[in-house]
């Protein structure tokens, strides 16, 4: 399988800090990666690296089976900014149709575009009287043209609505199944937890950590917490049974390592119905991110 990214060792100076330090990632096609990290990081740097637009120090780079920043690089990588910014007297159907004709495709196409990001009804409107989250789907849309192979989103969601965001990610989901691969830079831990296949974190530019969640979750070997809701009548004998639990109005709730957790699930399903429901809660992933930061000393 080719890889629609590649790097390795990749490593970028800027006044003797290290912005990038032996970094090494791959994505294949289909993937949908989670890139995070701390305000400087190193992600800009990355991603402007990704996209030809800076040149690096030392290391490999192939995007797409090329250079970073070659034409047929750039023909299979698309780009969408936190702010992305359009003339504000042009329609949102003739910004689109104008970055359709600058590659080469039909302008016509741009009210599917549009429709595709959920535009299609404030298409004839002018962009300058367009929400925050409405000029991030142009941009969205802007990123669609050509079908790319690889989309570099830096925070995406920002300025969307809950249910914009969601349908954001059911795009995203559809175009990697698609076969695009999809690199996507984010704060918002909570969305991209269940909507990703790997994450990376970088910190102090350097990669800390990388894999799927299962993987850092057994990495971090972090706490499983459990809540534990007893019949009427049982509470006592359950609490009894599990030291450490803690009483919270009529629940139980404690913690434990990973791998005591298949032992104490079997203990407590031992009660049969005197156990009412149990809950178990794995690290979050703003658990995990704020481990490995909290390793690196950030």
Not at 77 to 103: D, K, M, W
Not at 124 to 150: C, D, E, F, N
Not at 222 to 230: D, G, R, S
Request: aromatic fraction near 4%; charged fraction near 20%; proline fraction near 5%.
């Amino acid at each position: 399988m080719t890889l629609t990214l590649k790097i390795s060792a990749l490593t970028k100076t800027f006044a003797g800090v290290k912005a990038l330090d032996a970094v090494s990632l791959d994505i294949a096609p289909g993937q949908r990666v989670a890139l995070l990290g701390h305000n400087g990081a190193g992600k800009s740097t990355m991603m402007k690296i990704i996209l030809g637009l800076i040149p690096y120090d030392s290391g490999t780079v192939e995007v797409c089976g090329g250079r970073p920043g070659a034409p047929a690089a750039r023909a299979q990588v698309a780009y969408l900014p936190e702010n992305a910014a359009f003339h504000p007297a042009l329609t949102g159907q003739e910004q689109i149709a104008h970055y359709l004709s600058l590659r080469g495709e039909s302008p016509k196409l741009a009210m599917d575009l549009l429709e595709r990001v959920g535009l299609h009804a404030a298409a004839r409107r002018r962009i300058g009287t367009y929400s925050k989250g409405m000029r991030q789907r142009v941009g969205l849309a802007q990123a669609l043209i050509g079908k790319p192979r690889l989309l570099v989103l830096d925070e995406p969601t920002s300025g969307l609505d809950p249910v914009s965001r969601r349908d954001f990610y059911a795009l995203l989901d559809g175009l990697a199944a698609e076969g695009a691969s999809i690199l996507l830079s984010s704060h918002a831990l909570t969305e991209v937890e269940a909507r990703t296949d790997r994450i990376l974190i970088l910190s102090g530019g350097r990669m800390v950590a990388m894999g799927t969640l299962a993987d850092l979750r057994r990495t971090a070997a972090l706490p499983v917490a459990m809540q534990v809701t007893a019949r009427n009548g049982y509470i006592s004998e359950l609490a009894a049974a599990l030291p450490g639990a803690i009483r919270v109005e009529g629940d139980l709730r404690l913690t434990c390592a990973q791998d005591e957790k298949l032992p104490i699930l079997a203990r407590i399903a031992g009660f049969g119905d005197k156990v009412a429901d149990i809950e178990v809660v794995p690290p979050s992933l703003e658990d995990i991110y704020s481990h490995f930061s909290r390793r690196d000393g950030q």
